[in-house]
C-alpha cells in the first residue's frame, strides 16, 4: 500500500489524476518498453493502451502489463481505425472515470517518458501542453532528413494556413486537461492519422484553449512499422486546406473584414 496508493490518488501534483493514453497497432514489440518507462517516470500516473486488435498480439501483452499492475488498463477496439479514433475512445475513456488530465504519447518511444514530468509541470499552469520538437531546447535524435523536411513543412504551411501559434501542431506528445477536453467539440473530429492532431490544435486555439509548448527529446523509433503512409499526409493536407479555406471565407464574412483587409 503506502507510498503507491498515496501516489495513486495524488496523482501529478497541481494537476490531478492523469491518465496516459497509448495507441498502439502492432507495437508488440515496444508495448511493454513504453508501459514500463512511463510507470518508471511518472509512477503517479496510470496508463491506458488503446489496441486496435492487432493481429501481432499487442493486445494480449498488454493484458498481461495490466493484469500485474493496477495502474494499467487496456481498450481493447474491434479493428483498426486510425489514430485519432483511438485517442477519441481513450479521452472518453478518461472523462467517464473522473481523469483531470489526459496525456498522448506514441508506443514506439519516439516520445520519452523521462519528459512527461516536465509536461506536467507545465500543465499547472495551462489547459494543454504540446511537447514540441521545434521550440528552443528541443531535440530530434536520429530522424531522416525527408522526415525532418516533412515535419518542417507540414509545421509551416498548418501555420499559415490556419494562424495556430504553436511551432508543433502536428506533434502528438501531449496533456490536455479536463478543462481543454471540455471546451473542443470533440464529437465534430473526423481527422484520423497527423491531422488529427493538426484539428485539435486548431479546435483548441479556437477555444481559447490556454497553450503551451514544452521542449521534448524527440528519437525515430527502434524496434517495429511505422504505421505513417502518403495517406496519412495526403489526409493532413486536404484538412488543413479545408480547414483554412473556411476560415478565410469566416472571416471575410464578418462585417469588419474591409477595414482589417490589407
Ligand atoms: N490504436 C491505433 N493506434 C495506431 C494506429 N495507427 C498508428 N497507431 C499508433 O500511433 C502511434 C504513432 O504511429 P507511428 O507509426 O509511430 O507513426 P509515426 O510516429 O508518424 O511514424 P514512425 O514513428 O516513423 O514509425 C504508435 O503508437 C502507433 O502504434 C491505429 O490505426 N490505431
Ligand atoms: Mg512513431
Same mark, same amino acid.
Given at each position: 500500500?503506502?507510498?503507491?496508493?498515496?501516489?495513486?490518488?495524488?496523482?501529478?501534483?497541481?494537476?490531478?489524476?492523469?491518465?496516459?493514453?497509448?495507441?498502439?497497432?502492432?507495437?508488440?514489440?515496444?508495448?511493454?518498453?513504453?508501459?514500463?518507462?512511463?510507470?518508471?517516470?511518472?509512477?503517479?500516473? /496510470?496508463?491506458?493502451?488503446?489496441?486496435?486488435?492487432?493481429?501481432?498480439?499487442?493486445?494480449?501483452?498488454?493484458?498481461?502489463?495490466?493484469?500485474?499492475?493496477?495502474?494499467?488498463?487496456?481498450?481493447?477496439?474491434?479493428?483498426?481505425?486510425?489514430?485519432?479514433?483511438?485517442?477519441?475512445?481513450?479521452?472518453?475513456?478518461?472523462?467517464?472515470?473522473?481523469?483531470?488530465?489526459?496525456?498522448?504519447?506514441?508506443?514506439?518511444?519516439?516520445?520519452?517518458?523521462? /519528459?512527461?514530468?516536465?509536461?506536467?509541470?507545465?500543465?499547472?499552469?495551462?489547459?494543454?501542453?504540446?511537447?514540441?520538437?521545434?521550440?528552443?531546447?528541443?531535440?530530434?535524435?536520429?530522424?531522416?532528413?525527408?522526415?525532418?523536411?516533412?515535419?518542417?513543412?507540414?509545421?509551416?504551411?498548418?501555420?499559415?494556413?490556419?494562424?495556430?501559434?504553436?511551432?508543433?501542431?502536428?506533434?502528438?506528445?501531449?496533456?490536455?486537461?479536463?478543462?481543454?477536453?471540455?471546451?473542443?467539440?470533440?464529437?465534430?473530429?473526423?481527422?484520423?492519422?497527423?491531422?488529427?492532431?493538426?484539428?485539435?490544435?486548431?479546435?483548441?486555439?479556437?477555444?481559447?484553449?490556454?497553450?503551451? %509548448?514544452?521542449?521534448?527529446?524527440?528519437? %525515430?523509433?527502434?524496434?517495429?512499422?511505422?504505421?505513417?503512409?502518403?495517406?496519412?499526409?495526403?489526409?493532413?493536407?486536404?484538412?488543413?486546406?479545408?480547414?483554412?479555406?473556411?476560415?478565410?471565407?469566416?472571416?471575410?464574412?464578418?462585417?469588419?473584414?474591409?477595414?482589417?483587409?490589407?
Amino acid at each position: 500500500m503506502g507510498v503507491t496508493a498515496d501516489r495513486r490518488t495524488v496523482g501529478h501534483p497541481g494537476v490531478g489524476r492523469v491518465l496516459v493514453v497509448i495507441p498502439t497497432y502492432n507495437e508488440a514489440d515496444n508495448v511493454d518498453r513504453i508501459v514500463a518507462r512511463v510507470r518508471e517516470a511518472a509512477p503517479a500516473v /496510470d496508463v491506458l493502451v488503446a489496441d486496435d486488435n492487432s493481429p501481432d498480439g499487442t493486445g494480449a501483452i498488454a493484458d498481461g502489463l495490466a493484469g500485474a499492475d493496477p495502474q494499467v488498463h487496456v481498450l481493447h477496439r474491434p479493428g483498426k481505425e486510425g489514430l485519432g479514433a483511438a485517442y477519441l475512445a481513450g479521452f472518453a475513456w478518461a472523462r467517464q472515470r473522473g481523469y483531470d488530465a489526459v496525456v498522448e504519447m506514441d508506443a514506439d518511444g519516439s516520445h520519452a517518458p523521462e /519528459d512527461l514530468p516536465a509536461l506536467l509541470d507545465a500543465a499547472r499552469g495551462a489547459d494543454m501542453v504540446i511537447g514540441s520538437r521545434w521550440t528552443r531546447g528541443a531535440r530530434v535524435l536520429n530522424w531522416p532528413l525527408r522526415r525532418l523536411l516533412l515535419s518542417r513543412a507540414g509545421n509551416l504551411y498548418a501555420r499559415l494556413a490556419l494562424g495556430v501559434p504553436v511551432s508543433d501542431a502536428t506533434g502528438g506528445y501531449r496533456v490536455y486537461r479536463a478543462a481543454a477536453l471540455d471546451a473542443i467539440d470533440l464529437a465534430s473530429v473526423r481527422s484520423q492519422g497527423y491531422a488529427f492532431q493538426v484539428e485539435l490544435s486548431r479546435l483548441a486555439h479556437r477555444a481559447g484553449v490556454r497553450m503551451v %509548448e514544452v521542449p521534448i527529446t524527440f528519437a %525515430e523509433r527502434e524496434h517495429g512499422d511505422s504505421k505513417m503512409s502518403p495517406l496519412i499526409v495526403a489526409e493532413a493536407l486536404w484538412r488543413i486546406t479545408t480547414w483554412g479555406l473556411r476560415d478565410r471565407r469566416a472571416a471575410a464574412r464578418r462585417p469588419d473584414a474591409l477595414a482589417r483587409w490589407p
